[in-house]
């Protein structure tokens, strides 16, 4: 089966949505150029399990410029674009997604991209990674690397690298300190304030909005919040990141605190359960509640519909609970990453993908080069591809580099130089 998709006939649509977001990647498309001359993807398959929208088609044509073969699946059953799924599949893409796939589904997609017998994987949240190692080890010896874009998927595989289990190298594309700077940080909080403003079409402004997790996601939350007018209260258990949120300006303090206060709820911890009943029975009436991490563990969704009395779709994405008080508790996407998983959710703003796929692009380029070198640990991106990738998007945004003097350079390098 080359494709499986919701409705092929959304293929037009998606192509307007495609080269829209090429416009606005001009760092992938020098990459594109590179890879369209040199060919470092010549006969081997990519298999990979990403958010299926524009920015990732990309990404994927990309690859396909550069001699690969491509197998995708989603990775999350609600955020596909139904539209792009079809462009790529019409393309001649192998693509195996739609939006609202049931777990099931999902599953099968995943092991649909790996009856492909890719040579290198490119994963968000390590689904498929981890479904290789726990039910297709046959193709491990195969496999030559993969590329992980996430922090919750980065966490399972130091994981499995702690418990001995993994067994091929992995390339920590979300580790990059570039990634962590312009994606973890500013991409997460503008996309996520996007969504949860044009779901609910409410205001920010004036609300207090609960920011739960101060890592690289939660401070650009945090920040973009105030920005908007926001009064915002940092949830953090970890001592240092509650100290800089503290420092930052924001009220730092317990959940079963927060619980009382908060207008507005954002979850960005990558633990589970960080919202719970017993915070929950707290809240005031009309409290929304949204995640911005991969997974749909962070707000005890089972929870809130046990202490409901009743429970219904108010509009697309928001879900009400009503409480046996009365009072009434708003989830938005279902609990799921909220930036990508609704309907209106538009993902990482393009030029913000832009870069982290194009250290994804060559990152996979390594992985075909030194892959054999590597050992079945989680590697950090090479330093040289974080800054062919900074140095590109600062030429594409015509930024020029101070540069150096000599006698500076030599100063730095140097200790015989003091008061
Ligand atoms: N679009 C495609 N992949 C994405 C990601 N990991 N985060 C946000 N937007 C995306």
């Known amino acids: 089966m080359k ?31 590179e890879f369209s001359r040199t060919k470092p993807l010549k006969g081997i398959t990519v298999g990979a399990a990403l958010h299926v929208e524009a920015k990732t088609a990309v990404l994927m044509r990309t690859l396909a410029e550069g001699g690969a073969e491509i197998a995708l699946a989603g990775c999350n059953p609600l955020s596909t674009r139904d539209e792009v799924a079809a462009a ?19 599953y099968a997609n995943l092991n649909r991209v790996l009856d492909c017998r890719p040579r290198v994987l490119i994963d968000d949240g390590a689904d498929m990674i981890s479904l ?31 418990d001995g289990t993994l067994k091929f190298p992995v390339i920590a594309v979300n580790d990059s300190p570039a990634k962590r700077l312009f994606d973890n940080r500013f991409g997460t909080a503008e996309s996520t304030l996007q969504a949860l403003m044009s779901i609910t079409n409410t205001s920010i402004s004036g609300k207090t909005v609960v920011v739960v ?7 650009g939350i945090a920040s973009r919040a105030k920005g908007l007018g926001a009064i915002v209260v940092v949830v953090e258990s970890d001592a240092i ?20 206060i908060g207008d507005i709820f954002i979850t960005a911890t990558g633990n589970k359960n ?23 563990v962070e707000i005890d969704v089972e929870g809130l519909s046990k202490l409901a009395a009743k429970r219904r779709e108010v509009l697309s994405d928001i879900e009400e609970f009503r409480l046996k008080d009365d009072r009434r508790l708003y989830l938005l996407a279902q609990g799921r990453l909220v930036n990508l998983a609704g309907e209106k959710s538009l993902g990482h703003p393009i030029e ?45 945004m015509g930024i020029e580099l101070e540069e150096l003097t000599s006698e500076q350079v030599r100063y730095l390098k140097s200790w015989q130089f003091g008061t």
């Open 3 to 33: 494709y499986k998709v919701k409705d092929i006939k959304l293929a037009p649509k998606g192509e307007q949505m495609i080269e829209w977001a090429e416009l606005h990647m001009p760092v992938l498309a020098t990459i594109r150029e």
């Open 88 to 106: 790529l599949a019409k393309d001649g893409f192998r693509v195996y997604a739609w939006r609202g796939e049931s777990e099931v589904e999902y």
């Open 132 to 162: 290789v190692h726990a039910k297709r080890p046959e193709l491990i010896s195969h496999i030559v690397g993969a590329a992980e874009e996430t922090t919750t998927g980065v966490n399972r595989l130091r994981a499995m690298e702690r």
């Open 213 to 219: 997790g101060y890592g690289f996601v939660g401070r």
């Open 241 to 260: 990141k509650a100290l800089e949120a503290a420092m930052d300006g924001f009220r730092v303090m317990r959940m079963s605190k927060a619980a009382r």
């Open 274 to 296: 960080v919202i719970r009943a017993e915070h929950m029975r707290l809240m005031k009436n009309g409290a929304i509640l949204c995640n911005a991490g991969h997974f749909n």
């Open 352 to 396: 913000i993908m832009d870069m982290s796929f194009s250290l994804q692009a060559l990152s996979v380029e390594y992985l075909l080069k030194h892959g054999s070198e590597l050992e079945d640990k989680v590697y950090d991106v090479p330093v040289e591809i974080d800054h062919k990738v900074a140095e590109l998007k600062l030429k594409s």
